[in-house]
């Protein structure tokens, strides 16, 4: 089957559903006068007067209408003819299309009100395979905490009851001859519910041509992308602000109930009614705040025991020995140049520094990486448990195995179709061997754009250096012995900007590639943007702290013999070693990205809606209308800001999963701040949805995607990387060989970390000096520096034993497997089916199939087969 004839099959859907909407008001479907429309006029009840589903917003200039060029007048007929072709096709799909205009001056604001009649919203909900009810359930929510400070008596501050809590159902596909048994099929007017009226003509809007189909001129996406429409979108429910009566008023629409009990700062304590917002924005974004939610609860316990180990570094500042020797060493130590023409230095000049390092640097820091390895294998174990636990209460559990449809843009640049393996249906396809060779041709960009990263570091990296020499060679002292940190702090600064800068371009980048692969589902197409991006932005935030935390100070030399990099000596750690350095570049970019976003979400969304605003109300004023006029629902949402998806609200949060674990043994206080910004970052994402964002359409997903699997990667990682650095980076394990070798209160031990210049290089400058490190009087290493490179890749073996092997699994589900009948039966029980099938007067219990679920190998043949069953 080719191309054409699913474009001939698009016609005649058009030329059907035509037919349909001619006869709305007898409300026949989809087989006039056959079994079909008996079922549905038995469950229709009396049509009422069509509701907005969807608003289709363009803006016209008609006082540029005689200065344009002919090009460019010849564009803007284009357009006008592709938006008139594009409303006739939805017309003769079967929608409603009404016109409203708004005169504001030289400029008229088209608003086109799309609403679909109870034939076109049975035909589509069918076709797109929609799970609607079919039996009320007993609600089932329960909070661990809650019933934990249940049981100890404990009131719970964080429990608050949500008025108008969505009802849970057993769901079914939905099916027109077996209409009577969904709940509320009696009324057409609440059948449907808003979101999945939106998800129809979504369907129907990014499938409907407006030109030739082969040259992919078709869906809004398309149109919107070209400048055709100003905008898209469902309407909200109303206003989010209560009515004049109070937050108690008994008829809060949906919005509000959201506004009231979840979207304001004073809730910022209280638990996120998740059903709520599954039913007003969807699965896709309930599952991101469950996880966010998650997320920040599991923070708190993490926050405390960092916080207290920063504390227990706070009283070791004034309590180490190695410390005082060094402050009170005057000038017993003195080091050797830090460049080439740099002054020799005393240590004791550094004491600050030594102080600021011994705060992350001590036994308790080594307490919290096992503490926080185990922390992150938890969280992930358990995040598995919940996600699965609502994709079963929310019906998703099988939707990108069974109930996921082809993109629109795949639909239409697809050379040929294939069926399905699981529905049997023939589907649009695209052969695998060249989406291979299309990726392999994107990796090889993404290799080129981690290259300029590569190159941005180094380009840092010989910043920080020549900065350091400049700094020294003031002629200051004390700005000499701070010449590293200085250096260091203005290139975490440098480094922020780039990555700022590249991760912009980048992502426009990564969006051309993702379209050009040929992605056959919106998840597929998402993983694979999402999977392209965090590669890059991976590289591009943590390339300079993996470089202090495992490679700078390591290639130093000695004096007499430094090595180089394109002729500038190599970075070597300050007194405080590389550790304080490292937390101080993951303060900068932590908390520097986490202020810069946070000031980005509040101020860019309230600016777009004020200039939006400013504008239309500007427009208005010229034209003569009075600033009181009541304003219609579709202008109100018009002036919101568009909302545009969830993709950086994760890629932000799973950077700060990234800084939290990777480099925790630097930073103890990294999960306190990251709770800190979550607290806000709830509440105000949650408010941007509500009140500033325009309503996005409601999306379906199972789970959080490919982020799981990237979380799942980061934790795997951190445990390598915590092992290396308490390893490599920390002086927890050569003070440790110290006490057991030399002297258990570690008098000597600064002096034991010093080597001696060479005598040559001694003779040279005519006096001795000292360096860090552990080699003899002729520069090789040392017996010691072997004793301790065989305990530190030990402590490195036996920490990611512990550790290393505990990791979540890749599968998300996998957790469940194996753990008896009934887990089985909470993720693919096929009861939904079999209660569709099952004639109205039929007994039925869940209990009584779960004896029949199969093993997870054998789970995607169960489930074709009852796919194959329900279409029989």
């Not at 080129?448 to 200051?476: E, Q, T």
């Not at 490292?582 to 520097?592: K, P, R, S, Y």
């Not at 964002?693 to 990237?710: K, L, N």
Request: hydrophobic fraction near 45%; charged fraction near 20%; include cysteine.
């Amino acid at each position: 089957m080719t191309s054409e004839a699913s474009s001939g099959s698009h016609c005649a859907r058009s030329r059907m559903l035509r037919r349909r909407a001619q006869e709305e008001d007898n409300t026949v479907l989809i087989n006039p006068g056959g079994q079909q429309a008996a079922a549905c006029r038995a469950g229709a009840g009396s049509p009422a007067k069509p509701r907005i589903d969807f608003v289709l917003v363009w803006e016209e200039d008609l006082k540029l209408d005689w200065q344009q060029n002919s090009a460019s007048r010849d564009r803007t007929d284009t357009h006008r003819t592709w938006r008139e072709t594009f409303l006739d096709n939805l017309r003769a799909a079967g929608l409603h299309v009404d016109r409203h205009d708004v005169q504001d001056g030289n400029t008229t604001v088209h608003y086109t009100l799309l609403s679909a009649s109870w034939a076109v919203l049975c035909y589509y909900a069918e076709d797109l395979r929609l799970k609607l009810p079919l039996q009320e359930l007993p609600n089932q929510a329960s909070n661990w905490s809650a019933e934990l400070l249940a049981w100890l008596g404990i009131p719970n501050v964080l429990l608050e009851v949500v008025p108008d809590v969505p009802p849970e159902y057993y769901s079914c596909q939905f099916r027109v001859n077996k209409l009577p048994r969904f709940l509320g099929s009696d009324n057409q007017d609440t059948f449907f519910t808003s979101t999945k009226r939106h998800q129809i003509l979504f369907e129907i809007l990014a499938k409907t041509p407006y030109g030739h189909e082969k040259k992919n001129l078709l869906g809004i996406h398309q149109l919107l992308a070209e400048g055709v429409l100003s905008a898209a979108f469902p309407l909200h429910d109303g206003p989010f602000k209560t009515p004049p009566e109070g937050p108690q008023a008994p008829h809060l629409n949906q919005r509000q109930v959201l506004y009231q009990h979840w979207a304001r700062w004073g809730k910022w304590y209280k638990y996120q009614p998740l059903h709520h917002v599954r039913r007003y924005f969807g699965e896709k974004v309930a599952l991101y705040f469950a996880w966010l939610g998650f997320y920040t609860g599991w923070l708190l316990p993490a926050a405390v025991v960092g916080t207290l180990v920063f504390l227990v570094g706070c009283f070791l500042v004034f309590s180490d020995i190695p410390t005082q020797e060094l402050c009170g060493s005057k000038d017993s130590f003195e080091m050797c140049p830090l460049c080439l023409d740099c002054p020799f230095w005393l240590l004791s000049s550094a004491c600050a520094l030594a102080q600021a390092g011994r705060l992350f640097d001590h036994g308790g820091t080594v307490f919290f990486s096992l503490f926080m390895a185990l922390w992150a294998v938890l969280l992930l174990e358990y995040w598995k448990r919940k996600s699965a636990t609502l994709a079963y209460r929310w019906d998703c559990s099988d939707y990108e195995d069974i109930e996921e449809r082809p993109r629109p843009q795949f639909a239409a640049s697809a050379p040929t179709t294939a069926p399905n393996p699981i529905t049997g249906e023939d589907e649009p396809y695209f052969p695998e061997r060249s989406r291979a060779r299309r990726m392999l041709a994107g990796s090889v960009v993404i290799v080129v754009m981690v290259a300029v990263v590569v190159m941005c570091l180094v380009s840092i990296i010989l910043y920080r250096a020549i900065m350091a020499i400049v700094v020294s060679r003031s002629g200051n002292t004390l700005l000499a012995a701070w010449a590293s940190r200085i250096a260091s702090l203005t290139g975490s600064v440098v480094n922020l900007i780039f990555i700022l800068i590249l991760s912009k371009i980048y992502v426009s980048l990564a969006h051309v590639l993702t379209r050009w692969e040929m992605h056959r589902t919106q998840t597929k197409f998402e993983d694979a943007f999402t999977l392209k991006v965090f590669i890059f932005q991976f590289v591009n935030f943590y390339s300079s702290p993996v470089y202090i935390a495992f490679f700078k100070g390591r290639f130093v030399g000695y004096p007499g013999n430094y090595h180089t990099l394109f002729g500038v000596r190599n970075e070597e750690c300050a007194a405080g070693g590389c550790l304080i350095e490292l937390a101080q570049e993951l303060l900068v970019i932590m908390v520097g990205k986490q202020v810069i976003n946070n000031m980005q979400e509040v101020l860019i969304p309230k600016l777009k809606g004020w200039w939006q605003k400013f504008r239309l109300c500007s427009k208005k004023r010229k034209a003569g209308a009075s600033p009181g006029a009541s304003q219609e629902p579709w202008e109100a949402d018009y002036e919101l800001v568009p909302c545009e998806g969830l993709f950086d609200e994760y890629l932000e949060m799973v950077l700060q999963f990234g800084f939290v674990t990777i480099f925790v043994a630097a930073c103890p206080l990294a999960p306190l701040f990251a709770l800190l910004n979550n607290w806000v970052e709830i509440r105000l994402d949650a408010r941007k949805f509500v009140c500033e964002y325009r309503r996005p359409v409601a999306e379906r997903a199972q789970d959080i995607g490919i982020w799981f699997h990237i979380l799942a990667g980061i934790t795997h990682l951190a445990v390598t990387s915590n092992a290396f650095l308490l390893a490599f980076s920390s002086d927890f394990l050569p003070r440790a060989y110290y006490q057991w070798t030399r002297a258990h209160d570690l008098r000597g031990f600064v002096n034991f970390t010093l080597a001696r210049a060479p005598p040559s290089f001694s003779a040279a400058h005519n006096r001795t000096c000292r360096y860090r490190a552990f080699r003899d009087d002729d520069g090789h290493y040392s017996q010691t520096y072997w004793n301790l490179l065989a305990i530190r890749l030990a402590f490195v073996i036996v920490f990611e034993a512990l550790f290393g092997t505990n990791g979540a699994k890749d599968e998300q589900h996998q957790g469940s497997e194996g753990n008896g009948c009934v887990n089985r039966w909470l993720l693919s029980c096929p009861h939904l089916w079999a209660h569709c099938l099952l004639p109205p007067s039929a007994s039925f219990s869940p209990e009584s199939t779960c004896h029949s679920i199969p093993s997870r190998k054998g789970l995607s043949a169960h489930k074709a087969l009852f796919v194959s069953r329900s279409q029989t």
